[in-house]
T-cell receptor, first 115, second 112 residues
Framework: AQSVTQLGSHVSVSEGALVLLRCNYS??????LFWYVQYPNQGLQLLLK??????LVKGINGFEAEFKKSETSFHLTKPSAHMSDAAEYFC?????????????FGSGTQLTVLP | KAGVTQTPRYLIKTRGQQVTLSCSPI?????VSWYQQTPGQGLQFLFE???????NKGNFPGRFSGRQFSNSRSEMNVSTLELGDSALYLC???????????FGSGTRLTVV
């Protein structure tokens, strides 16, 4: 079974500072990895995904994530935080094949951007 | 291209009642999944449908059920509602196997 651990339920950064949200996963098969963002009273919006190929994945709104198999990590970064980045972020893993086509989510990280 | 549409956005029900939630996936998407989001348990998988067949089911009691129609629209039903069923129910659609999932805005269910 796969699982996802997001370190830090709350992260605060200053506007213009680096954003780093941590995600570690466990999976018995090559993982598909996702980052989603959720704004208040909204659904989940896909930021980026890793399936196969290049391990550095670029997403929307200036976010990117690097898949590191040796560290079983998929941390999300953004060089310069903007006030509009304040939201909750979820890392998710999905098994690559078979009937278990479900997303397993981490518990989320609430990002606060300070002026 | 229209996104994933969930109706209604908000629902208030009384304990013991039943409720049906609807999800219209993106046109051409054949996979629809449902998730429950609560502050205590986070995001939990309910079930997935593909071409009208339930392909996978999460660890929820039998009061939670779903179905998918030939046009890929999906409904989920919760019978004998309990206070703990209060949650945001999210639907996600996907073209098929190795793709990402697009989520709807959710249905906020409150059980009183």
């Amino acid at each position: 079974a796969q699982s996802v651990t997001q370190l830090g339920s709350h992260v605060s950064v200053s506007e213009g500072a680096l954003v780093l949200l941590r995600c570690n996963y466990s999976s018995s098969v090559p993982p598909y990895l996702f980052w989603y963002v959720q704004y208040p009273n909204q659904g989940l919006q896909l930021l980026l995904k890793y399936t196969t190929g290049a391990t550095l994945v670029k997403g929307i709104n200036g976010f990117e994530a690097e898949f590191k198999k040796s560290e079983t990590s998929f941390h999300l970064t953004k060089p310069s935080a903007h006030m509009s980045d304040a939201a909750e972020y979820f890392c998710a893993v999905r098994s690559g094949s078979g009937s278990a086509r479900q997303l397993t989510f981490g518990s989320g990280t609430q990002l606060t951007v300070l002026p | 291209k229209a996104g994933v549409t969930q109706t209604p956005r908000y629902l208030i029900k009384t304990r013991g009642q039943q409720v049906t939630l609807s999800c219209s996936p993106i046109s051409g998407h054949r996979s629809v999944s449902w998730y429950q989001q609560t502050p205590g348990q986070g995001l939990q998988f309910l079930f997935e449908y593909f071409s009208e067949t339930q392909r996978n089911k999460g660890n929820f009691p039998g009061r939670f059920s779903g179905r998918q129609f030939s046009n890929s629209r999906s409904e989920m039903n919760v019978s004998t509602l309990e206070l703990g069923d209060s949650a945001l129910y999210l639907c996600a659609s996907s073209p098929g196997t190795d793709y990402g999932y697009t989520f709807g805005s959710g249905t906020r269910l409150t059980v009183v």
